[in-house]
């Protein structure tokens, strides 16, 4: 079973972490976060997640980060080797619990998973008025509203 290693500002990996272990509490050790503290020299950074990465000891370990181009990325590009280890970036809620619920399937299909988790979870969602009220319009303005 493919591991997941969370890599984050601080304290987002270990918050989406816990989110994932509300709804998987059997992941506990298949997902390991490492939140990214700032004022961490990014070489401290990547020694940490190499050791959590051996400590997994999964034969194959999706590796998320937030934000593509910042630290948490920069380190896990240094980190992954492109076989045992990929790296997606972007990370959400959605994309996490589709990612843990197929961390059984192959590296390159739970790629797959997580994008397609992440971007189907991302939606507007319409807001309909209960029965009997009007909706007020958007561009009215309750002097009410800006009153400290």
Do not use: W
Request: hydrophobic share 45%; aromatic share 2%.
């Amino acid at each position: 079973m493919n591991g997941i290693l969370l890599i984050a500002h601080a304290p987002l990996a270990s918050a989406l972490r816990q989110c994932v272990l509300h709804v998987f509490p059997d992941a506990h050790d298949a997902v390991v976060a490492l939140d990214v503290q700032p004022n961490v020299p990014p070489e401290e950074t990547l020694a940490q997640a190499r050791m959590l990465l051996t400590q997994m000891a999964r034969p194959q370990t999706l590796v998320v980060t937030d934000v593509f181009g910042a630290t948490p990325c920069n380190v896990a590009q240094r980190l992954v080797d492109g076989v045992r280890s990929k790296l997606v970036t972007g990370v959400n809620l959605p994309m996490l619990l589709r990612t843990v619920s197929y961390r059984h399937e192959s590296l390159d299909a739970l790629i797959s998973r997580a994008l397609i988790g992440a971007t189907q979870g991302v939606m507007q969602v319409a807001v309909t008025a209960p029965q009997n009220q009007a909706r007020r319009s958007t561009h009215d303005q309750d002097h009410r509203d800006h009153q400290q």
